[in-house]
């Protein structure tokens, strides 16, 4: 079956750093993707929707500016966190999607201390 | 606007018992449902959809579950819990095939011996 990888699966990095998480569909062509947020206990929320080629659509309270989203080829979406705080640590999830399924990564631990 | 509510935070069965995992939804068009599972620090996989048709849908592991469009649900089960099926749960639902899924807070299953 289709399969969505994410790296890293954890990183730690110091506050104010920026941090760069990939998500790459293995044996299809994703023209979007999309990038959830889990806080501790609680549920994934959508963050933003990755298009290949063009701009991230965000969703309502999503700053842009700080999860900078960049769909460079049909395979891969990147998510970086600018100027982390220890607000910004959480569990990031790609997903992409084919006509049958949407199919998840494995998921990223970020901690910012 | 679509949401999923999932009654019970946690669910405790014993080995062998039947699981029941409850969802329901609000979508104002013929939605999409999922049911995800999730283990600690990984991804999510797929257990089961309903998209169209029949409203019995079968997933792996032996779980299923019944879209009940009258009562807006779509309830998770499986006759026999073991002890691997100890993880957190996720109902989804969609109005835009698999695309932005909204999830609900999750369920965490607990297995005793």
């Known amino acids: 079956g289709a399969v969505v990888s994410q790296h890293p699966s954890r990183v730690i990095c110091k506050s104010g750093t920026s941090v760069k998480i990939e998500c790459r569909s293995l044996?299809?062509?994703?023209?979007?993707m999309f990038w959830y947020r889990q806080f501790p206990k609680q549920s994934l929320m959508l963050m933003a929707t990755?298009?290949?080629?063009?701009?991230?659509?965000?969703e309502q309270g999503v700053e842009k500016d700080k999860f900078l989203i960049n769909h460079a080829s049909l395979t891969l979406s990147t998510l970086t966190v600018t100027s982390a705080h220890p607000e910004d640590s959480s569990f990031y999830i790609c997903s992409a999607i084919t006509n049958t399924e949407a199919f998840f990564g494995q998921g990223t631990r970020l901690t910012v201390v | 606007a679509q949401s999923v509510t999932q009654l019970g935070s946690h669910v405790s069965v014993s080995e062998g018992a039947l699981v029941l995992l409850r969802c329901n939804y609000s979508s104002s068009v013929p939605p999409y449902l999922f049911w995800y599972v999730q283990y600690p620090n990984q991804g999510l996989q797929l257990l089961l959809k309903y998209t169209t048709g029949a409203t019995l849908v079968k997933g792996i592991n032996g779980f299923e579950a019944e879209f009940k469009k009258s009562e807006t649900s779509f309830h998770l089960t499986k006759p026999s819990a073991h002890m691997s099926d100890a993880a957190e749960y996720f109902c989804a639902v969609s109005d835009s095939g698999f695309q932005k899924l909204v999830f609900g807070t999750g369920t965490r299953l607990l297995v005793s011996p």
């Open positions: 990755s298009n290949e080629g063009s701009k991230a659509t965000y």
């Open positions: 044996d299809f062509q994703a023209t979007t």
